[in-house]
């Protein structure tokens, strides 16, 4: 049977590179995601290696129907973790005085941390039921968090509080699955030119792009892809959040 990856926000630009990756060496996914219309063209193309179901990743039964669905399709061993969408730059205290508004830093939270936490709970249960390897492995799973965790910029604080969250899961997580062989690392991309960030114009990227040592460009989604594939093909890595992004350190603005 075919080894399964679901992919949460794998009709984005980093998931959908990994999406693409995984099927590319050989293995079938579920697309994991909220957009129909690019999720449903992703699947259609791939074709009988990958499935699409609609999920949110901060509901249980949206996430365990996902699962299920990659248990149909051949042994289920791998998550990755890709989803993203939401953002408000807002600083603690604003011009004015006025104390941020609660409900985006909660709704951050939720989607970025929470809904990563939903899906490793749900999905390394059922990793656990795999029959392990020779090296008592069952299968991995990749978050991604952003070297915003580590330099959050002005108005960054929910994005922030809520990736530095995933790293700070990725040991713990790591410790208490070994037991059962299931491994745990996180992504840490930087500047990455996904569809999104194209959006802003060549000026803008080219703005971003300066300060990133080497190589001097925004990062690839395949390089994203390669990596994470990297980590579900290499049983070593195991508890380590690996940051790509060219040496490039977030400046306060």
Known sequence: ???????????GGLGEAAVRRIVADGGAVVIADLSDDRAGKL??????????????????AS??????????????RHAVVAHGGYGKPEKVVGR????????????TIDLYLTGSY???????????????????QRGAVVLTASIAAY??????????????????????????????????????????????????????????????????RLGKPEEYAALVQHILTNPYLNGETIRLDGAQRFTPR
């Open 151 to 216: 330099e959050g910029q002005i108005g960054q604080i929910a994005y922030s509080a809520a990736k530095a969250g995933v790293v700070g899961m990725t040991l713990v997580a790591a410790r208490d699955l070994g037991p059962l062989g299931i491994r745990v690392c996180t992504v840490a991309p930087g500047t990455m030119r996904t569809p999104i960030m194209e959006s802003v114009g060549e000026d803008a990227l080219k703005a971003f792009a300066a300060n990133i040592p080497n190589p001097q």
């Open 43 to 60: 699947a259609d193309e791939l074709g009988a290696d990958a499935r699409y179901v609609r999920t949110d990743v901060t509901d249980e």
């Open 63 to 76: 996430v365990q129907a996902a699962i299920d669905a990659a248990r149909e399709l051949g042994t289920f």
């Open 118 to 136: 939903n899906v490793l709970r749900l999905a390394s249960a059922a990793i656990a039921q795999n029959e392990p390897d020779g090296d008592g």
């Open 96 to 107: 004015g005085g006025a104390p941020a508004s609660l409900e985006p830093f909660t709704k």
């Open 1 to 11: 049977m075919k080894s399964v990856a679901l992919v949460t926000g794998g009709a």
